[in-house]
């Protein structure tokens, strides 16, 4: 069936930089590393797990079980690259996207531009059509009408089509049939009450609408690996709400592949802290392009609303707060003459100047390597040289136009990204009412080790742990996934209107979206029987234009007043006199899948020496120590490395400073501390 012993398990993140494999066989872990292709990331990922089996004699993908995370919906649409679309909606409501809500992020900038839609006023279409809020049918759709509409959309050349109605979250009769009508085009068409079976216009318009705008170019991105002789013909799709996904299902879930890799991060982070005895983490991944932050109190983090470059995106996904610094973030000056870091990126092409790809744009990792945090001949495991002497002529001319030396323009590069990741981290700590003090920072990324302990340190946070292959931990963390499928359906009941017939309510609402469960994950390879299936209610007071997910076992469980419990946790009061709304019912169905194992190594003594590589200068806070490099492969459990000590490895380094200490447990991860 789905379970496999001894199965070849292959995770792919596809970054901006860097695409990363990672292949799980039998007990023994191999790592994989090659520079991404933005022109067409599928050239990256074909390359990189051919060479990854050629390295360990494996010539055939049979039995070869791949999870591929990728950027390719996320980069569509923050640099809006998608499909040429039209949205098809209920007549004089053409304008929603447009409209969008009345919150302003950035209320005294007088000069704040909002997002443009995905679709332009031209390619919004508004059709003669009325569902109730009860379901009922007020206005039929006319067969002239439908004729027009077919007629007028063969005539734009498009590449897929979104309908969204009224009230079809409720009664999609309407949406189905326009769909039916607009079949004979042979379009890709993405309805609302597919994607998205919710209130609130808005965001069910926009999620729709941005899942029919990535979705062709996600499809081209599939259909090169799919049809090269040199990549399976079935794979998974990582998902942004932990789990995965085949292929051939892919076509309502384009959405939900927006934060695949980062996801990766935070599923591989939380297996490995929770399996060494750390529940309460913060996870810190920084890569090359940006940094991705999550706090895991009670388990993994999950929510339904985030916004996408500046678009409401309503799927549930895991809860991760994106900032644009990372190693590859460009340093300009802007007009005032202060320095700045990110959002812009050198990406994996040019690159930083120290990659030699003809970049001319001072990064973060150029000014790593100035302070010589990063050696020149370590990276990628040796593999790769980097030009440090292009990089020192290039920081030398940069400084001169700020009028700070070199030395304090490199450090002050570093500070700038330390402070927005830092920043980062208190939106989804202190800014909802958690004391870092209370967390593990967990980092990983390529280029996470070189600064967590420095965020850890302005944090108050205690305890760093970075795992082994942490540059590649998102693609470990795809060999965990499991097979996972959300429902949703709005009901919006009263609890005290329903009273004792609420519970028998919930139950049906439940059956219903079990049935298509069962369904999907039969096509996935699961029975009912082997489902793990989790049930939630989203919970509001009447009148408030928010919701809180409260968890639902069965018709014993009282959650309305888990409901206030978790009302005065969040926001310090409770209402128990106040009506409550059972807004939406939400529903998972996880069918759980092999995992990796788990390798542990007696303890050692604390000396690291047959890990030292060398000895050399590295600059902190301005002063010049003497530090020893350690290659982190050669390290052994029970090791103790004083700071300041660099430890490299082929997919990150690892920065110990003056006044911390790291020790190697029996997993292999550095446990980083003050001293």
């Known amino acids: ?197 919710e209130y609130r216009e808005y965001a069910r318009f926009s999620t729709t609408v941005a899942n029919t705008y990535i979705r062709p170019t996600l499809e081209r991105h599939l259909s090169t690996l799919t049809e090269s002789e040199k990549f399976p013909k079935s794979f998974r799709l990582m998902l942004s709400n932990g789990g995965c996904i085949s292929t051939r299902n892919f076509e309502s879930a384009g959405i939900q592949t927006v934060l695949s890799g980062p996801a990766g991060g935070v599923i591989g982070a939380y297996h490995i802290a929770k399996t060494t005895g750390y529940e309460k983490i913060i996870t810190f991944d920084m890569g090359g392009t940006s940094t991705d932050v999550s706090l895991c109190d009670d388990g993994i983090s999950m929510t339904t609303e985030s916004t ?25 000056v802007d007009s005032g003459g202060a320095l700045r870091v990110g959002p812009e990126s050198a990406g994996a092409d040019p690159g930083p100047i120290c990659y030699g790809n003809n970049g001319v744009e001072i990064t973060v990792t150029d000014a790593n390597l100035f302070l010589g945090r990063i050696s020149p001949t370590q990276f990628l495991g040796g593999q790769m040289s980097l030009a440090a002497d292009a990089t020192r002529e290039y920081i030398e001319k940069f400084s001169e136009q700020i009028g700070l030396s070199a030395l304090e323009t490199a450090d002050g590069i570093l500070k700038i990204a ?112 082997e489902l793990k299936i989790k049930r939630s209610l989203d919970m509001r007071y009447e009148g408030q234009s928010y919701e809180l997910n409260v968890p639902y076992i069965n018709v014993d469980t009282d959650f309305v007043r888990q409901f206030h419990t978790m009302h005065e ?34 303890l050692a003594d604390a000396d690291p020496s047959n890990a030292r590589i060398s000895q050399n200068s590295v600059i902190f806070d301005g002063e010049v120590y003497p530090t020893v490099f350690y290659q982190r492969e050669s390290l052994r459990p029970g090791n103790r490395i004083e700071g300041p000590a660099i430890i490299t490895e082929f997919s990150a380094t690892t920065v110990v400073p003056p006044n911390f200490f790291a020790v190697v447990d029996v997993s292999g991860n550095l446990i980083l501390q003050q001293g």
């Open 308 to 332: 996408i470059s500046g678009l409401p995106i309503k799927v549930p996904l895991i809860d991760i707060h994106t900032v644009g610094a990372g190693g590859g973030s460009i340093a300009t």
């Open 1 to 197: 069936m789905h379970k496999q012993k001894n199965i070849r398990k292959i995770g792919v993140d596809t970054g901006g930089t860097f695409t990363d494999i990672v292949m799980s066989v039998e007990d023994s872990l191999w790592t994989h590393k090659v520079l991404s292709t933005p022109r067409n990331p599928a050239h990256a990922v074909i390359k990189g797990v051919n060479e990854i089996l050629s390295q360990q004699n494996i010539d055939s993908h049979d039995g070869v079980d791949i999870v591929h995370g990728s950027t390719v919906a996320t980069n569509a649409l923050l640099e809006r690259r998608g499909a040429r679309i039209a949205l098809v909606t209920t007549k004089g409501f053409e304008d929603v996207l447009e409209i969008g809500r009345q919150a302003r992020p950035h209320l005294y900038d007088i000069f704040v531009q909002r997002p443009a839609p995905l679709v332009t006023a031209e390619y919004r279409f508004g059709i003669k059509e009325r569902t109730l809020h009860t379901g009922e049918i007020q206005t039929e759709i006319s067969t002239d009408d439908l004729e027009n509409l077919s007629t007028h959309l063969a005539t734009l050349k498009l590449d897929a089509i979104a309908i969204c109605f009224l009230f079809s979250y409720v009664n999609p009769k309407n949406e189905r049939i326009v769909a039916d009508h607009l079949a004979s085009l042979n379009i890709p068409i993405s309805c609302s009450y597919e994607i998205l079976p």
């Open 569 to 602: 946790q969040r926001f310090s009061y409770a209402r128990p006199e106040a009506a409550v709304e059972v807004v939406t019912l939400r529903l998972s169905a996880i069918g759980e899948t092999e995992k990796p194992a788990r390798t542990v190594e007696p």
């Open 418 to 529: 330390n402070a927005a990741m830092e920043r980062a981290i208190k939106v989804i700590s202190v800014e909802r009412g958690f004391d870092t003090r209370d967390f593990t920072l967990v980092s990983f990324g390529g280029a996470g080790g070189l600064h967590a302990a420095f965020l850890a340190e302005n944090l108050g946070i205690r305890t760093v742990l970075i795992p082994p292959n942490g540059g590649l931990l998102s693609a470990y963390g795809m060999l965990f996934a499991d097979v996972v499928k959300d429902y949703s359906q709005t009901v919006l009941w009263k609890t005290e209107d329903s009273g004792a017939n609420l519970h028998e309510q919930l139950e049906n609402g439940f059956n219903a979206l079990l049935t298509r469960a069962e369904s999907d994950m039969k096509s996935e390879g699961f029975a009912l029987s």
